[in-house]
């Protein structure tokens, strides 16, 4: 008897429904509001603290090779001293009351409760079983931390590994391509799938200064065109990156299989139309700005 192969796109189309309901958290003033009872109030501290503390207590150096586009000036700014103001325990505990709150408010007490959302955790834990720890830090420093017993938290937690368990793959691959941080940021903005220049400077630590140089560099090397559109080259390079992650992040969905990777993504799919619908997140986030 045979295995039914995935479709060659089955994972990162799950990947992306996941993720989206994984992001709604860096948007939500309940993340805000928990953190600054730490007594960490700056967004961009915020946003260090969350991400990095399954790491640990760690330095600049650490985050900006792990989160790869934002400018290390930002980084230094914040860590390593948010830790002298809140314990990375401290902060994980933080944000797990805060993804806790912020999905109830986004899908209401019945959606959390429901048999679907403990499918959808059992299913999303299922997958995180096959990722790998080689070289992927920030899946790996995730992977340590215990499951949530609740199903939406637990539903969260497994975003999260299959989120940074892709991502990790992702870097290696920009580097394989030569896109440094801001540069892979400019060539995804063309796309009209990535964050507008707006949100990338604001949220990065780019200035725009810095946002046209790279666009220069890319130019130069015939990956966008005159009007800052990606040229055909471009448009393959960007594409040949997207299917070498997706190789890279194979095992994952491959482990789940064809039936459960399906159904994973048609819950997922439904978890996250519902906390866009519910103003997860800023209209003008995505687009070429």
Do not use: Q
């Not at 207590?57 to 000036?73: E, I, S």
């Not at 190789?247 to 439904?270: K, M, N, Q, S």
């Amino acid at each position: 008897m045979t295995t039914a192969a995935l479709e060659p796109r089955a994972g990162r189309r799950c990947h992306n429904v996941l993720n989206t309901l994984h992001a709604t958290s860096y948007f939500a003033p309940e993340l805000g509001t928990e953190l600054a009872a730490l007594g960490i109030t700056h967004p961009r501290a915020v946003n260090f603290a969350v991400r990095a503390a399954a790491l640990g207590p760690v330095g600049a150096g650490a985050v900006t090779a792990t989160f790869y586009n934002y400018k290390h000036d930002l980084v230094a700014r914040h860590i390593p001293a948010v830790w002298a103001i809140a314990s990375p325990e401290d902060v994980l505990a933080a944000r797990a009351r805060a993804v806790d709150a912020t999905l109830r408010r986004l899908l209401g007490e019945e959606a959390l409760a429901s048999p679907e959302m403990a499918e959808a955790a059992r299913l999303a834990l299922r997958a995180a079983e096959a990722c790998s720890r080689s070289a992927r830090p920030l899946y790996s420093a995730h992977a340590d931390l215990p499951v949530p017993e609740v199903a939406h938290l637990a539903y969260f937690h497994a975003t999260t590994l299959l989120r940074e368990h892709r991502g990790d793959g992702h870097l290696a691959v920009l580097m394989s391509a030569g896109l440094d941080g801001l540069e892979a940021v400019v060539t995804h903005t063309a796309t009209g799938k990535g964050m507008t220049p707006k949100w990338v400077c604001g949220t990065r630590g780019w200035t725009r200064e810095d946002w046209d140089a790279a666009c220069g560099r890319l130019r130069e090397r015939g990956i966008l065109d005159g009007a800052g559109e990606l040229t055909p080259e471009g448009v393959a390079l960007r594409e040949e990156i997207e299917s070498e992650t997706d190789r890279l992040d194979r095992a994952p969905y491959e482990h789940l299989g064809v039936e459960g990777v399906g159904r994973l993504t048609e819950l997922g799919a439904g978890f996250a139309r519902a906390a866009a619908g519910a103003g997860a997140f800023p209209g003008d986030l995505i687009g070429k700005g």
